[in-house]
């Protein structure tokens, strides 16, 4: 069953860095999204992305953040200068419609550490 | 989004069937129920979804009250592997645009032996 891949699945930076976390979504998806964990806490909505275009962000997706799919299969989430409170679990997501009756498929995400 | 109401934990014995209830008094008439759990160190994977009948697929199946206010997720047997933390979410049809999911606190379902 193909699935959704996210590299690296532990990244370490420091405070103040650039960051890029990449992800191959489904090949023949259309839809693809980004959410993220904080460790104990709920999953949150970032950002989705259509058509090279950025569909809806959350109050969260500041102008930090930045997402783009630089080829026909990467979708990457950038944050320029990390804060510690972006330590967090990173989940890519796609789905080949947007519609709300069709589920999305999430990779395994990655764990983002800001020392 | 429409809110959800789920019990923060719940037990099950292996090879028992467990049913997961949500409540969503809320709910609107082109809401869509899904649900989807989260496995220690995974992400978010997909369960099953349904509007107003019942569903039933390889994982799992949906129970939807006849008045949608509520609906009950059923895992036939439970496994080990079953043990996570079960969400339903609220997705609106109505625009035919909704996008992201919402996540709540879930359940977390243990399955002992």
């Known amino acids: 069953e193909p699935e959704v891949t996210q590299t690296p699945s532990h990244q370490v930076t420091q405070m103040g860095q650039e960051v890029i976390l990449r992800c191959v979504p489904i090949?023949?998806?259309?839809?693809f999204y980004w959410y993220r964990q904080i460790l104990g806490q709920k999953v949150e909505f970032l950002v989705s992305f259509y058509n090279n275009e950025i569909s809806e962000k959350s109050e969260i997706f500041d102008d930090q953040f930045s997402v783009e799919r630089p080829d026909g299969s990467n979708f990457t989430l950038k944050i320029r200068s990390t804060k510690l409170e972006d330590s967090a679990m990173y989940f890519c997501?796609?789905?080949?419609?947007?519609?709300?009756?069709?589920?999305?498929?999430f990779g395994d995400g990655t764990r983002l550490s800001i020392l | 989004d429409a809110k959800t109401t789920q019990p923060n934990s719940m037990e099950s014995n292996e090879e028992e069937p467990v049913h997961l209830p949500c409540n969503h008094s809320t709910i609107s008439g082109t809401d869509y129920i899904h649900w989807y759990r989260q496995l220690p160190s995974q992400g978010p994977e997909y369960v099953i979804h349904?509007?107003?009948s019942n569903v039933n697929n390889r994982m799992a199946s949906l129970a939807i009250a006849e008045d949608r206010k509520s609906s009950t997720l059923i895992l036939h047997r439970a496994t080990l592997r079953d043990a996570a933390v079960y969400y339903c979410?609220?997705?609106?049809?109505?625009?035919?645009?909704?996008?992201?999911?919402?996540f709540g606190t879930g359940t977390r379902l243990q399955v002992t032996l």
């Open positions: 979410i609220l997705r609106d049809g109505g625009s035919g645009t909704a996008s992201k999911l919402t």
């Open positions: 997501a796609s789905s080949g419609q947007l519609l709300s009756n069709q589920p999305q498929h």
């Open positions: 349904g509007l107003t």
């Open positions: 090949s023949n998806h259309l839809y």
